[in-house]
C-alpha cells in the first residue's frame, strides 16, 4: 500500500456481546504491517450495571476496564503482543464510535457486520450503516464470524 494511502491509525469497536473476532485479527495485521496505532474502542449505551443490591454508575475508566477483562482472552487470541489503546465512552453505539473516531484521528474504522432480517433492516438501521454514513474516516465492514 501506498505510504500515503496507509492508515496511521486504526480502531476497532467492541462489545462483550460481539466480540468481533474478525475485524481484530484484520486490524491487527494491518497495525502490524502498517505500524498503524490501534485503537480498541468499547461504545456503552448504559451508564452502568446492576450489581447485587441496585444499580451502580460506572465512570468511564471502569467501562473500559471491565470490557477489557471481559474480552482479554479474545484480544489476546487476535492481537498476540501488539500494543493497543482502549478508549471508551458512554453513547448511541453509531453515535460513540463515530465521536471515538473524530477524537482519537482515526484514519480507518474496521468493524463487522451480522445478517439481519429484513424487519430490522426496515425498523432498526443497523450500527455499521450508521457509522459508515456518519464516519469522518474510511470503514472496511467485515461479516461477523461465529467462531
Given at each position: 500500500?501506498?505510504s500515503?494511502?496507509?492508515p496511521?491509525t486504526?480502531?476497532v469497536?467492541?462489545?462483550?456481546?460481539?466480540?468481533?473476532?474478525?475485524?481484530?485479527?484484520?486490524?491487527?495485521?494491518m497495525a502490524?504491517?502498517?505500524?498503524s496505532?490501534l485503537?480498541?474502542?468499547?461504545?456503552?449505551?448504559?451508564?452502568?450495571?446492576?450489581e447485587?443490591?441496585?444499580?451502580?454508575?460506572?465512570t468511564i475508566?471502569?467501562i473500559?476496564?471491565r470490557?477489557?477483562?471481559?474480552?482479554?482472552d479474545?484480544i489476546?487470541?487476535e492481537l498476540g503482543?501488539?500494543?493497543h489503546?482502549?478508549?471508551a465512552?458512554?453513547?448511541?453505539?453509531?453515535?460513540?464510535?463515530?465521536?471515538?473516531?473524530?477524537?482519537?484521528?482515526?484514519?480507518?474504522?474496521?468493524?463487522?457486520t451480522r445478517?439481519?432480517?429484513?424487519?430490522?433492516?426496515?425498523f432498526?438501521?443497523?450500527?455499521?450503516?450508521?457509522?459508515?454514513?456518519?464516519a469522518?474516516?474510511?470503514?472496511?465492514?467485515?461479516?461477523?464470524t461465529?467462531?
Open positions: 500500500m501506498h500515503l494511502l496507509a496511521k486504526i480502531m469497536p467492541l462489545t462483550t456481546e460481539r466480540p468481533a473476532r474478525l475485524a481484530l485479527r484484520a486490524a491487527g495485521q502490524r504491517q502498517l505500524g496505532r485503537i480498541l474502542a468499547y461504545v456503552s449505551p448504559e451508564p452502568g450495571h446492576m447485587q443490591v441496585g444499580f451502580r454508575v460506572e475508566d471502569e473500559r476496564d470490557l477489557e477483562g471481559a474480552l482479554g479474545i489476546k487470541e503482543d501488539l500494543p489503546e482502549a478508549v465512552r458512554v453513547d448511541d453505539p453509531a453515535d460513540g464510535i463515530v465521536t471515538l473516531a473524530r477524537m482519537h484521528g482515526v484514519d480507518l474504522i474496521v468493524l463487522e445478517p439481519r432480517s429484513l424487519l430490522e433492516r426496515v432498526k438501521p443497523s450500527v455499521s450503516a450508521k457509522v459508515v454514513q456518519h469522518p474516516c474510511a470503514v472496511l465492514v467485515l461479516p461477523e461465529t467462531a
